[in-house]
């Protein structure tokens, strides 16, 4: 089977840097991203790919390259299923925040839409591919909604899910180190999985496309994340035994992963994990395990959030102890919002869990952000729920200079690992703030000696 025309509902952080590298490395496919946001959608065709709706470093020029040719962003979903052979479905699977499995399970509500408007649409036989994370057996739920409510069609379903880090998006898709493809174990899923290994084969190695069952291939991505995710947590938990102890997290995590069965990535001590995926997919594995009655299993893995968010609570803390233990009315100069470097995503950042906790103490904080913007802030802490929006307004100031924002404060908090903070004028810095000057180092960032030398009173995590 060949595919020549591809829709893609969703056009966020997965389905757009994803869909514009199957078009650029595609030309003889024409690939549309569809959403019902009309707003990203506008943004997305913007003439001006710098104004594209997500920060990617290199995806503006795929973009350029190949938006018009055979890339398409469009509010009409109706019209780009109805003409696509292959229907990724990227739309987003927060965790629930109502009913059962509430803060637990992933909410299938948008790609139940996505599924019931699929079914209704289609004319013709369709491969369905799920690229959001979902929970195992979602392809099920898939397939029964297609099959009871379509126009008696064929419908195969893939599961293909996407191991793209954000801030590095497009060398993960242009080298990854596996593309995964779980596909029903029958003539027609054998075929539709065959499909969809061409058009990567356009690209990546043979030898790197995996072809599982449905089942292997939901579960792997959740358990991924979760692998990836509880390193962090263990070297976090020992982070704080390093701060008690006089051992320093960095020179232990160097050790450690030079054992070729550890590996030295995914070591970095921090603030805390964040992001879309990693406490939203270990929730979920939770959640399925509680549903199958596996408590230990279920206990194994929530530890990992239970710990993440401990570290997040411990930072906050932390600075109300040294600052004498009060914040009260002090300015707290945050650099960096987004949860990693190199994106202008900030869900499930640490820097808003920590801000919260700052703003109870009835801090002022001044966050500054080299890609977030003011509006995108406040609505994470709106989002909270902890304050008004006016309250929240009012307490947490936010710059686009980040010398201002450190200006006069009592201490400065690093939330992200920016590089451009390594290179500012840390002595400019030090000599407008208020004494002594603090510097909290979320993502132990900057040079101890360095700031120690200059002045300023330094915490690291992990030592
Ligand atoms: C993750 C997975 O890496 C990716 O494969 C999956 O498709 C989606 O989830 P992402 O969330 O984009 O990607 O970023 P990642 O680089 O994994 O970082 C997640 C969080 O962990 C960030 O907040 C990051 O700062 C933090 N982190 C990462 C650490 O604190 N220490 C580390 O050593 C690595
Ligand atoms: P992810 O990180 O998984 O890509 P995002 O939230 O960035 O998540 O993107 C998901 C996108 O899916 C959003 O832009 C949202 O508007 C879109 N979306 C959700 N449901 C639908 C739907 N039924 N039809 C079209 N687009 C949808």
């Avoid at 242009?174 to 075929?191: F, H, K, M, N, Y």
């Avoid at 903070?421 to 101890?448: H, T």
Wanted: proline content about 3%; charged content about 25%.
């Amino acid at each position: 089977m060949k595919i020549s025309k591809i829709c893609c509902i969703g056009a966020g952080y997965v389905g757009g840097p994803t869909m514009a590298i199957i078009a650029q490395k595609c030309p003889h496919i024409q690939v549309t991203v569809v959403d019902l946001n009309a707003e990203r959608i506008g943004a997305w065709n913007d003439t001006d790919t710098a104004n594209i709706p997500i920060y990617e470093p290199g995806l503006a020029e795929v973009v350029a390259e190949a938006r018009g040719r055979n890339l398409f962003f469009s509010t009409d979903v109706a019209k780009a299923i109805d003409e696509a052979q292959m229907i990724f479905i990227s739309v987003n699977t927060p965790t629930k925040t109502y009913g059962s499995g509430k803060g637990m399970a992933a909410d299938l509500k948008y790609i139940e839409l996505c599924a019931r408007q699929i079914a209704a649409i289609a004319k013709d036989n369709k491969i369905v591919v799920e690229k959001s994370t979902l929970p195992v057996r979602t392809a099920e739920a898939i397939k029964s909604i297609l099959d009871q409510t379509g126009n008696g069609v064929q419908f195969q379903i893939l599961s293909n899910p996407e191991f793209l880090a954000e801030g590095t998006a497009i060398q993960d898709l242009l080298a990854p180190d596996r593309v995964l493809i779980g596909g029903d174990q029958s003539e027609g899923g054998e075929v539709a999985v065959q499909a969809l290994v061409d058009i990567y084969a356009n690209w990546v190695p043979i030898d790197r496309i995996l072809r599982t069952n449905l089942w292997s291939s939901e579960l792997s991505k959740l358990t991924a994340n979760a692998f990836l995710a509880q390193r962090i947590s263990s070297i976090n938990a020992l982070s704080e035994l390093c701060e008690v102890t006089g051992a320093d997290i960095n020179e232990v995590a160097k050790a450690i992963g030079m054992d070729s069965r550890i590996g030295p990535k995914f070591l970095k001590a921090s603030v805390g994990f964040g992001g879309s995926c990693f406490q939203k997919d270990i929730l979920n594995l939770v959640y399925i395990a509680q549903s199958y009655g596996l408590t230990a299993v279920a206990d194994y893995w929530e530890q990992v959030i239970i710990l993440n968010d401990h570290q997040k609570r411990r930072f906050a803390k932390k600075i109300v102890k040294t600052l004498y233990n009060t914040v009260s009315d002090k300015k707290i100069a945050f650099l960096g919002w987004a949860f990693k470097k190199d994106t202008n995503d900030t869900r499930e950042s640490a820097a808003i869990y920590v801000a919260d906790d700052l703003l109870n103490e009835y801090a002022q904080l001044a966050i500054y952000d080299p890609k977030v913007s003011r509006k995108k802030m406040l609505a994470d802490l709106d989002y909270l729920e902890t304050r008004t929006p006016e309250e929240n307004a009012r307490q947490a100031k936010t710059f686009e200079d980040p010398y201002v924002a450190c200006k006069d404060a009592h201490a400065i908090a690093i939330l992200t690992e920016w590089e451009e903070f390594r290179s500012y004028d840390w002595q400019r810095i030090y000599d407008d703030m208020q004494k002594p000057a603090f510097v909290f180092d979320g993502r132990n960032l900057l040079g101890k000696s360095l700031l120690e030398r200059i002045g300023f009173v330094y915490h690291a995590i992990g030592s």
